[in-house]
Structure formats: structure tokens, C-alpha cells
């Protein structure tokens, strides 16, 4: 069986630590972490996450009884996710972020929020993941989109379970314009010798001249584009329509620690 990569020393050598959680309470923290996915296009309640904190990790999962989080746009789809800010313009209208329809509404007004929305920086996670074919982890970053354009999209890391084989697993990441239009899609599902049912370490070191993208501290790609603007956090499991895995198995998404850097010297 594959082995657990260890993790990261806290400090980071020419680097001071600007936000981090290594889950080491018993609950999660709500100046950090916003416990919903896009709520504006759902409600706070519809969207809530399923998680739990436990042994110094946090586990996000998939149940099921876990009501899909918005049927009205998004049909069968669950998710289990936490955020890091929160902006939509009035209820009834078409200003949130993350517009993935052209039907989308606001369906529940909802407060700003900013628990960290950071232009720049380098960016880790120690995760593993137990999913099936038709489950999703990710961590990604999007504009904060308080300007219709500022949408675009960093993705850190993303597997889908029909992308785990004997051969390896295809590691989503990239970048994806979404509605910028100042953004060109560059998006890579490398196939790597990895098993995300152990830890690994996924990171992007994120700059004005571009996006470095990172597994087990080794550099996979440079994308030479830089977003010009703040952007979130969003940490999630999704289950999608389609065949799903065996029953009474159990999708999670079990997180060690976030964290996130600042170079001493500035960029």
C-alpha cells in the first residue's frame, strides 16, 4: 500500500505564514472557514456542509441523505465545502460569484465576507481522498467578484474518481478563465504515479508573472498568467450524477492542514 508523503515544517525559509489551519480544535473555525458552497444560488442551509474534526483533521463528506445543494440549477449534485469570503448583489437578481449558469438567480441574500482573499502567495494543502467513480476533491480559488470580470479561477488541485486507475491518477490543474475575459483557458489532468487515498501535498505558488503548480514539492508546471485580483479559497467533495461507487461506501476528503505564505521579500 502506498505511504502517507510527510508533511511540510511549518515555517517556510524566506517565507513568513500569512493563514493557516492545522485542525487541531474540535470545531471548525468561522473566522477562517464560511461552512457553505455558493449559498447565494441555494441558502446557507440547503448548502451546508457535512463534515467533521477529529485527531487533528478535518474530514468533508458525502451522505446519503445530504440533500442536493441547489436542484434548481445545479440538479442531482452534492457538495461538501468550505470557503474563505462571500460576495452577491441583491436577492432576485444575477450578481454572485461563481456564475457556472446563465440562469442563476439569487436565491438567498447574503452578507460580504472576507475570512482570507489573498492577491498572491504560496498556497498548501495536505490532503487524501476516498472517492469513487463518480465523486470530486478540489481545492481552487476564485475571484472574489465584486466586479463581474474579476471571475477567474486558480485550481490547485482536483481529482475525480473515474481519473484514479492501476496506472495512476490524473491531478487537475490550472487555470480556467470562467467569465474573464483577460484570461486564456490553460487547464492539464497530467496522469501522475500517485494514490490520493494517502496524503499527499498539493501547492501553487501564485505571482504576478503567473501560477507555479506543485505535488509532493515538486514543481509540475509554470502558466504564465496571473489573475488581477484577490481571490478565495474553496475546499470541497462533490458527488456527480452518474454511477456512483459501492454501496455503504463513504466519500471523504480528509485535510491535515492549509496553509499559506507570504516571501519576505515581496514579490
Not at 480559488?141 to 466586479?147: P, R
Request: net charge negative; hydrophobic share 35%.
Amino acid at each position: 500500500m502506498a505511504e502517507d508523503v510527510p508533511a511540510n515544517p511549518l515555517d517556510k525559509p524566506g517565507y513568513r505564514l500569512d493563514f493557516h489551519d492545522e485542525f487541531d480544535g474540535l470545531a471548525l473555525d468561522e473566522r477562517r472557514w464560511l461552512p457553505c458552497y455558493l449559498p447565494h444560488w441555494s441558502s446557507r442551509e440547503q448548502s451546508r456542509p457535512r463534515y467533521s474534526i477529529s485527531g487533528g483533521a478535518l474530514t468533508l463528506r458525502i451522505e446519503p441523505d445530504q440533500p442536493h445543494w441547489c436542484p434548481e440549477f445545479d440538479g442531482t449534485v452534492k457538495c461538501s465545502s468550505l470557503q474563505t469570503g462571500l460576495f452577491a448583489g441583491p436577492l432576485g437578481g444575477k450578481v454572485g460569484q461563481h456564475r457556472f449558469s446563465d440562469r442563476l438567480v439569487v436565491r438567498e441574500a447574503q452578507p460580504t465576507m472576507r475570512t482570507y482573499v489573498p492577491q498572491h502567495g504560496y498556497f498548501e494543502l495536505r490532503a487524501k481522498a476516498a472517492i469513487g467513480p463518480n465523486q470530486l476533491a478540489a481545492l481552487w480559488m476564485i475571484g472574489f467578484e465584486d466586479e463581474p470580470g474579476n471571475s477567474g479561477e486558480i485550481t490547485i488541485m482536483e481529482i475525480f474518481g473515474h481519473n484514479i486507475t492501476p496506472e495512476g491518477t490524473r491531478l487537475g490543474h490550472g487555470i480556467k478563465r470562467i467569465n474573464d475575459p483577460r484570461l486564456v483557458q490553460d487547464f492539464h489532468e497530467d496522469l501522475l504515479s500517485f494514490d490520493p487515498a494517502v496524503y499527499h501535498l498539493y501547492a501553487a505558488e501564485w505571482t504576478p508573472a503567473g501560477v507555479d503548480f506543485y505535488l509532493d514539492n515538486r514543481k509540475l508546471r509554470t502558466i504564465a498568467q496571473s489573475p488581477a485580483y484577490p481571490m478565495q479559497f474553496m475546499l470541497n467533495i462533490y458527488e456527480l450524477p452518474g454511477a456512483g461507487a459501492p454501496a455503504r461506501f463513504q466519500p471523504t476528503f480528509t485535510v491535515d492542514y492549509f496553509r499559506a505564505y507570504q516571501p519576505l521579500a515581496g514579490y
